[in-house]
Each structure stands twice: as C-alpha cells, then as structure tokens.
C-alpha cells in the first residue's frame, strides 16, 4: 500500500514508518521539521522513503503528496502543553487548520483510509479510578487539549471517515527531551545517578502506554477501522510516586525522590477505559511498564 505518513520525523513517526516499511508499503513522509532533524530520517531514504518537506499549514503542499496515496496517517502536530500555553494562537494553527487542510486533500484526492492522532489531553480533569470512555465528557484545561478537541470537532463537521486515536502517556525509545514524558525525564535522572524529580504530590495518575503498543494501534486501525474514535493505553493507571519508586527499584541504584511545585496545566488524574479499542479494532497492549527495563540499559 502507498501511506502518507504526516509528522512522519516525529518520536512516533519515525517508528510507524519503520514498522510499516517491514510490512513492505510504500511510506512518503511529509514533516516540516520543526520537531526532528532531517538527517535523522537518512536511513529511510536508502530504503526508499519520499522524503517531503512541507507544512500541513500550506494547503498545495498537502494536497499535492496526497495524490495516488492509499493511507493518510496523520500525526504532524503540535504537542508541547507548555509550549501552548505559552502560544495557543500556534497551536490552534497546526493543530486545527493544518488538520483542515489535511482532510480537505484527502477528500480532494479520495485517500481510502484516514488516521489521525489525537490525545487524552481533550479530556481534562476526571474523577480518580473513574476509566475514561470514549463518550466521557471533555473538558481540556490546556489550549493543546483544547486544540485537539475542535481538531475533532472539525474532522466530524468535515463528514468524511476517519479513525481518531486518543493516545494517552507514550513512552519509548527515541523521545527527544523537549517533548519527553515524565519516564524518558525519569530514565535520564537514574543514568546520571540523580534525585528523581517530581512535580507537586506525586499522587497524580497516569495510564502510560508504549510506543510499540502504539505503533500496533496504528496498523489494527489499518487492517479493521473504518470510522471511529478509540483511547490507546494500556488501561492501568499508576500514580507517578509509583512510577519513580518502581525505575528506581527497577535500576538496582539508591537514589531519592523530591518534590517541586506543580506543573501548569498537568492533568491530575488519567486512566483509560480501552474495550471500544479492543472490541472494535482488536487493540491488545502487549507490553507493560515492564518495557521499561529495556529503556534503563
């Protein structure tokens, strides 16, 4: 199959197009690297990725790799809660219009099938071990999660079928430091021997989820979706004092665990309720926290 892979230089992209290229497509990547490098990307290139440097943002740019495509699996975005907060109008740009412009071509070009990732972010607060569902009302308190929630908004207002993917707290290889979730920033604390730092109590849940979990979703969304809306997690939560206590147990060290002030914008609690994903696409997670010992190495 021919997929066009937005956002494709990205922590996630990079690893789908690696999977996918396994399974023999045929991945052209369309990235403004804003993210990632472009010479992080070589390797694909000897294997015969079409390499687009382009901005969802500018409709023709979009418009024209959509041609003759199969897929369309996007994932280009702006992710930094902080970042948003910082400059929503931005955020509202990419996240919104460029996914505009990404449906539009898709239409215009009659893409079979169309993923596109969006986040746990949309749902803002919930109640402790409450799972949340897909129909769980939304409430985001960042403009990232907000941006997300009217991306939605807008793909159903656009009538065309696609599959959402909420993804929860991914984590794995490859995480570049500015967008890195609480265990990448964990793992480089433990290899540097240094105090693990945690924002506010700590008793703040969340439901990680591994990138090769992710990286499954992505191609059960493939093989079995049409059109829907689906959390990817792994349907554990965990608190993040637990999280610590449990890599630095995992590393064998002796390190301590302080507190600073709360983070802005942090969710306080998340947990995903992932039976419509494993109903309807056969999502499994098959990898736990567990994965992390592979990371510590």
Do not use: W
């Not at 369309?72 to 996240?95: D, G, M, W």
């Not at 105090?195 to 109590?201: A, M, N, Q, R």
């Not at 939560?237 to 507190?259: P, Q, W």
Request: glycine share 6%; charged share 25%.
């Amino acid at each position: 199959m021919k997929i066009l892979v937005t956002g494709g230089a990205g922590f996630i992209g990079k690893h789908l197009v690696n999977y996918l290229l396994d399974k023999g497509n045929i991945i052209t990547i369309f990235d403004n690297f804003s993210n990632s490098e472009e010479q992080s990307i070589n390797h694909f290139i000897k294997k015969g990725v079409k390499v687009v440097n382009g901005d969802i943002r500018k409709f023709k740019e979009i418009l024209k790799e959509t041609v003759d495509q199969d897929i369309l699996i996007h994932l280009a975005a702006k992710i930094s809660v902080s970042e948003s907060i910082l400059n929503p109008s931005e955020t509202f740009e990419v996240n919104v219009d460029g996914t505009k412009n990404v449906l539009e071509a898709c239409k215009r070009s009659n893409i079979k099938k169309v993923i596109i990732a969006s986040s746990a972010a949309i749902y803002g607060e919930s109640v402790p071990k409450i799972k949340l569902k897909e129909n769980t009302k939304t409430n985001p308190i960042s403009p990232y999660g907000k941006s997300k929630l009217v991306m939605e908004q807008e793909i159903r207002k656009n009538n065309i079928d696609c599959i959402i993917l909420r993804f929860f707290n991914i984590f794995g290889i490859g995480q570049t430091p500015e967008y890195a979730g609480v265990i990448t920033k964990f793992i480089e604390m433990i290899s540097t021997n240094k105090p693990l730092k945690i924002f506010g109590d700590g008793m703040q849940t969340r439901d990680f989820v591994s990138i090769n979990n992710v990286i499954e979703s992505i191609y059960d969304a493939i093989k079995n979706g049409k059109n829907g809306t689906y959390n990817i997690a792994s349907g554990k939560a965990i608190t993040i004092n637990e999280l610590a206590e449990f890599m630095i147990s995992l590393s064998k060290k002796d390190l301590e665990i302080y507190h600073i002030s709360e983070k802005h914008g942090d969710i306080r609690y998340s947990e995903a309720d992932i039976s419509l994903a494993k109903n309807e696409i056969k999502y499994v997670p098959k990898l736990g926290l567990n994965e992390i010992k592979t990371l510590l190495k």
